[in-house]
């Protein structure tokens, strides 16, 4: 019997130590006692009855315990919070996650709930402190409630009050703008008209102006001329049309309807509303970037008005232009005939200067007996802008040419070539334009002195305006 | 009648200072050689090995019970999931170690009070004496040493047989894995639930050997005082435990406050 006995005992002993063994282990691996572990911080205000030992859950698995919590030295400070985790879930636990403390079930103990960090964020190093969110309480909840709710029946007068206000001002916005808007639309139609007259006299062929367009490069920038300011006058009638649309709008008081309908949405946004107001009516806010975007749109409508008005002005001046306001017998240069020329009805009414260059001053003659420009004859021309350069601008120059040589079409060749050199070598030299130099072949003219000799050379003639 | 009760207490204290020199005359004696090893595993065998099929059957049945009046209160707060950490808790802590005493102080109390005053009441002890064998030695020291350490085994068995019956009772109404049951039943345990409640057993029996022991060792008056000293055996060793519970568990909530409260 003693085997048996012993034996019994034995199994008795170890069985028994086993039990104990295996409760220690289950406790212990419970704890996560028996594996790698970091340790982490999280401050709270509130702890809501979180122990020593409490659990701590990553992502809903149990991760480890909270093994310390530090008291706060003063008021303003938190409840330090120390958990122990395991280091297999370190991968999870980043510097964004955040710490709450939680309860299992409705009566559950309490724990400490761990969020899984962004993948962006780093691991959080041991013995760091990680954010936390204060544990929520139901109470709190209802009493938040509460405050937003009487804050919101507060704030219900302030936005009926900042509604009236808001439309008060659109009001007199509206009315402060009309005048303006009137003003623009009849300066528009005024401008439209003129512009639809010149442009109807100008398709129609009236005057000279219309029979310049027959010049390839005159016609070319007049009808560029033409297309812009066609461009200009179609802006204007849009803006007149918008203008008009735009007044008709305010007139039937449509915008004011859409802010009653802003209204009643901005009823329902309390709130938010109020903010928005606030927002809409502060110095910079959309209330002020509304009404200086209309007070800029009528400032830029009123300049293009009034750039509008100086181009008619300088179209009135142009060289080409000014005739058809002024005088409609303002004569193209190409189309003057040399006797209509003597008889003074290029330019009428305009002051003429005049330098007669002879032919011996000018030309040197080649070989073959054709006459070129000589340097002495250049230096002379020269000499000559010089003493017109004050009544170049927007005047005309015509050069005529003489020569009282050979037959008459022999002279009108002779004294059309001898121009044209001339007009050639002013317009390379001072950059004229084109346009605003011409030639005048005037052939055989007698010279003053009675000799029964003609005149040999050209004569600079410049076309000018009376000084203002 | 003030000295009557004086004189009770008087003599109650006597009796609890001899109980108490006799318990540590036994401790300072089990310290010394010659260790009576055989009669030491004799003792284990009676009273640990012996005692294990009751305690096995008792942890399973209060096990059971248990999870059932778990159940019933916990239900109605939809808690259901709780019970085997209740159980296991509530096992570990106080249950397992407070009915595995009382039943080991009547079991084996009465035996070794009956046991001892009958070898008192026929002289045997004295035989032993004049053997020139230390009795107290041989029939004292070695009880009060196995008592001490079948105490805790025995209320490592109560508290595993009872979470195993309270899985019975919770698999007869819910299809629980016994893993899931079992790591629930840890869940919420620590250390301090776990190991001051088993080694106060050490302490209960220490109680129970030194108690019955005493009483037995001191029997007079032939039959009837093995009785009287197996009866006492009982009664004594199961109210000093229940006393000595209170200022243990009162002990343990003092060492480790924050993890009991």
């Given at each position: 019997m003693p085997s048996s006995r012993n034996f019994a005992v034995g199994l008795f002993l170890i069985v028994g130590i086993l039990l104990f063994a295996v409760g220690l282990f289950m406790i212990g691996d419970r704890r996560k006692l028996f594996s790698q572990d970091f340790e982490l911080y999280a401050e709270f205000?509130?702890?809501?009855?979180l122990q020593n030992g409490a659990d701590v859950k990553v992502g809903g698995m149990?991760?480890?315990?909270?093994?310390d919590i530090e008291v706060p030295p003063q008021p303003q400070s938190k409840f330090r919070v120390k958990m122990r985790i395991i280091e297999k879930l370190h991968p999870v636990v980043r510097t964004d996650s955040i710490a709450t403390i939680q309860t299992e079930g409705v009566l559950g103990n309490k724990f400490l709930k761990i969020d899984q960090g962004a993948p962006q964020a780093q691991a959080a190093p041991p013995g760091s402190t990680i954010p936390s969110r204060e544990p929520f309480d139901f109470a709190d909840l209802l009493q938040q409630i509460r405050d937003t709710v009487e804050e919101v029946q507060g704030k219900m007068g302030d936005v009926f009050a900042s509604i009236s206000t808001t439309s008060g001002n659109a009001n007199a916005l509206i009315e402060s703008v009309r005048g303006d808007v009137e003003n623009i639309i009849s300066t528009s139609r005024k401008v439209t008209d003129d512009v639809q007259e010149i442009t109807d006299g100008i398709r129609a062929g009236r005057g000279t102006v219309g029979r310049l367009l027959n010049d390839e490069k005159v016609a070319d920038s007049a009808s560029k001329a033409f297309s812009d300011f066609e461009k200009a006058a179609g802006n204007t009638r849009e803006i007149s049309q918008q203008f008009t649309h735009i007044l008709s709008e305010f007139q039937e008081r449509k915008i004011l309807q859409e802010i009653e309908q802003i209204t009643k949405n901005v009823r329902q946004l309390t709130g938010q509303a109020k903010d928005a107001i606030t927002d809409f009516q502060a110095k910079g806010g959309k209330g002020e970037s509304l009404t200086g975007n209309l007070s800029r749109t009528i400032t830029s409508a009123g300049e293009a008005m009034s750039s509008l008005a100086e181009n008619m002005e300088a179209l009135k001046r142009s060289f080409f232009f000014r005739g058809f306001f002024?005088?409609?017998?303002?004569?193209?240069i190409n189309n003057v005939t040399v006797a209509e020329y003597r008889e003074g009805?290029?330019?009428?009414g305009k002051l003429r200067q005049q330098a007669w260059i002879y032919e011996t001053e000018l030309f040197a003659h080649g070989s073959d007996g054709s006459e070129e420009l000589s340097a002495a004859g250049k230096s002379r021309l020269d000499a000559v802008m010089a003493e017109f350069q004050r009544y170049l601008r927007n005047s005309a120059i015509i050069v005529e040419g003489y020569s009282g040589k050979g037959l008459t079409s022999e002279q009108f060749l002779l004294s059309t070539d001898r121009a044209l050199k001339v007009r050639e070598y002013l317009v390379e030299k001072f950059r004229l334009d084109p346009n605003y130099v011409g030639t005048m072949p005037m052939g055989a003219v007698a010279s003053?002195?009675?000799?029964?000799t003609y005149w040999e050379g050209v004569a600079v003639v410049v076309f000018y305006d009376k000084p203002d | 009648m003030i000295e009557r009760i004086g004189a009770l207490v008087v003599a109650a204290l006597a009796w609890a200072g001899e109980v108490g020199l006799f318990g540590l005359r036994a401790l300072r004696e089990a310290?010394?050689?010659?260790?009576e090893a055989k009669e030491l595993l004799r003792q284990l065998y009676d009273i640990g090995s012996r005692s294990a099929p009751l305690i096995a059957v008792a942890g399973f049945s209060v096990g059971i019970v248990m999870s059932m009046h778990s159940r019933s209160s916990l239900e109605r707060f939809g808690a259901e999931a709780l019970i085997p950490s209740v159980l296991a808790l509530s096992l570990a802590r106080e249950i397992a170690p407070l009915v595995a005493g009382l039943l080991v102080s009547g079991r084996v109390g009465a035996g070794i009070g009956a046991e001892l005053g009958g070898m008192r009441v026929t002289e045997q002890i004295d035989a032993l004496e004049s053997l020139a064998v230390d009795s107290f030695k041989y029939l004292v020291v070695t009880r009060v040493l196995a008592c001490m350490i079948a105490q805790p085994i025995l209320t490592t068995f109560m508290s595993f047989t009872g979470i195993v019956g309270g899985f019975v009772a919770e698999t007869v109404i819910s299809d629980l894995s016994f893993r899931l049951y079992f790591d629930r039943a840890f869940s919420s345990m620590q250390f301090v639930d776990y190991v001051p409640a088993s080694l106060k057993t050490v302490v209960f029996g220490f109680i129970i050997g030194t108690v019955s022991s005493y009483l037995g060792y001191n029997a007079a008056g032939g039959a009837e005082g093995v009785g009287k000293a197996s009866t006492k055996s009982v009664v004594y060793s199961s109210i000093l435990l229940i006393l000595a519970n209170v200022v243990l568990v009162k002990m343990i909530i003092f060492f480790f406050p924050e993890e009991i409260g």
């Amino acid at each position: 019997m003693p085997s048996s006995r012993n034996f019994a005992v034995g199994l008795f002993l170890i069985v028994g130590i086993l039990l104990f063994a295996v409760g220690l282990f289950m406790i212990g691996d419970r704890r996560k006692l028996f594996s790698q572990d970091f340790e982490l911080y999280a401050e709270f205000k509130e702890l809501s009855g979180l122990q020593n030992g409490a659990d701590v859950k990553v992502g809903g698995m149990a991760a480890g315990e909270v093994i310390d919590i530090e008291v706060p030295p003063q008021p303003q400070s938190k409840f330090r919070v120390k958990m122990r985790i395991i280091e297999k879930l370190h991968p999870v636990v980043r510097t964004d996650s955040i710490a709450t403390i939680q309860t299992e079930g409705v009566l559950g103990n309490k724990f400490l709930k761990i969020d899984q960090g962004a993948p962006q964020a780093q691991a959080a190093p041991p013995g760091s402190t990680i954010p936390s969110r204060e544990p929520f309480d139901f109470a709190d909840l209802l009493q938040q409630i509460r405050d937003t709710v009487e804050e919101v029946q507060g704030k219900m007068g302030d936005v009926f009050a900042s509604i009236s206000t808001t439309s008060g001002n659109a009001n007199a916005l509206i009315e402060s703008v009309r005048g303006d808007v009137e003003n623009i639309i009849s300066t528009s139609r005024k401008v439209t008209d003129d512009v639809q007259e010149i442009t109807d006299g100008i398709r129609a062929g009236r005057g000279t102006v219309g029979r310049l367009l027959n010049d390839e490069k005159v016609a070319d920038s007049a009808s560029k001329a033409f297309s812009d300011f066609e461009k200009a006058a179609g802006n204007t009638r849009e803006i007149s049309q918008q203008f008009t649309h735009i007044l008709s709008e305010f007139q039937e008081r449509k915008i004011l309807q859409e802010i009653e309908q802003i209204t009643k949405n901005v009823r329902q946004l309390t709130g938010q509303a109020k903010d928005a107001i606030t927002d809409f009516q502060a110095k910079g806010g959309k209330g002020e970037s509304l009404t200086g975007n209309l007070s800029r749109t009528i400032t830029s409508a009123g300049e293009a008005m009034s750039s509008l008005a100086e181009n008619m002005e300088a179209l009135k001046r142009s060289f080409f232009f000014r005739g058809f306001f002024k005088n409609r017998g303002f004569y193209d240069i190409n189309n003057v005939t040399v006797a209509e020329y003597r008889e003074g009805k290029f330019a009428a009414g305009k002051l003429r200067q005049q330098a007669w260059i002879y032919e011996t001053e000018l030309f040197a003659h080649g070989s073959d007996g054709s006459e070129e420009l000589s340097a002495a004859g250049k230096s002379r021309l020269d000499a000559v802008m010089a003493e017109f350069q004050r009544y170049l601008r927007n005047s005309a120059i015509i050069v005529e040419g003489y020569s009282g040589k050979g037959l008459t079409s022999e002279q009108f060749l002779l004294s059309t070539d001898r121009a044209l050199k001339v007009r050639e070598y002013l317009v390379e030299k001072f950059r004229l334009d084109p346009n605003y130099v011409g030639t005048m072949p005037m052939g055989a003219v007698a010279s003053k002195d009675n000799s029964g000799t003609y005149w040999e050379g050209v004569a600079v003639v410049v076309f000018y305006d009376k000084p203002d | 009648m003030i000295e009557r009760i004086g004189a009770l207490v008087v003599a109650a204290l006597a009796w609890a200072g001899e109980v108490g020199l006799f318990g540590l005359r036994a401790l300072r004696e089990a310290l010394r050689p010659p260790f009576e090893a055989k009669e030491l595993l004799r003792q284990l065998y009676d009273i640990g090995s012996r005692s294990a099929p009751l305690i096995a059957v008792a942890g399973f049945s209060v096990g059971i019970v248990m999870s059932m009046h778990s159940r019933s209160s916990l239900e109605r707060f939809g808690a259901e999931a709780l019970i085997p950490s209740v159980l296991a808790l509530s096992l570990a802590r106080e249950i397992a170690p407070l009915v595995a005493g009382l039943l080991v102080s009547g079991r084996v109390g009465a035996g070794i009070g009956a046991e001892l005053g009958g070898m008192r009441v026929t002289e045997q002890i004295d035989a032993l004496e004049s053997l020139a064998v230390d009795s107290f030695k041989y029939l004292v020291v070695t009880r009060v040493l196995a008592c001490m350490i079948a105490q805790p085994i025995l209320t490592t068995f109560m508290s595993f047989t009872g979470i195993v019956g309270g899985f019975v009772a919770e698999t007869v109404i819910s299809d629980l894995s016994f893993r899931l049951y079992f790591d629930r039943a840890f869940s919420s345990m620590q250390f301090v639930d776990y190991v001051p409640a088993s080694l106060k057993t050490v302490v209960f029996g220490f109680i129970i050997g030194t108690v019955s022991s005493y009483l037995g060792y001191n029997a007079a008056g032939g039959a009837e005082g093995v009785g009287k000293a197996s009866t006492k055996s009982v009664v004594y060793s199961s109210i000093l435990l229940i006393l000595a519970n209170v200022v243990l568990v009162k002990m343990i909530i003092f060492f480790f406050p924050e993890e009991i409260g």
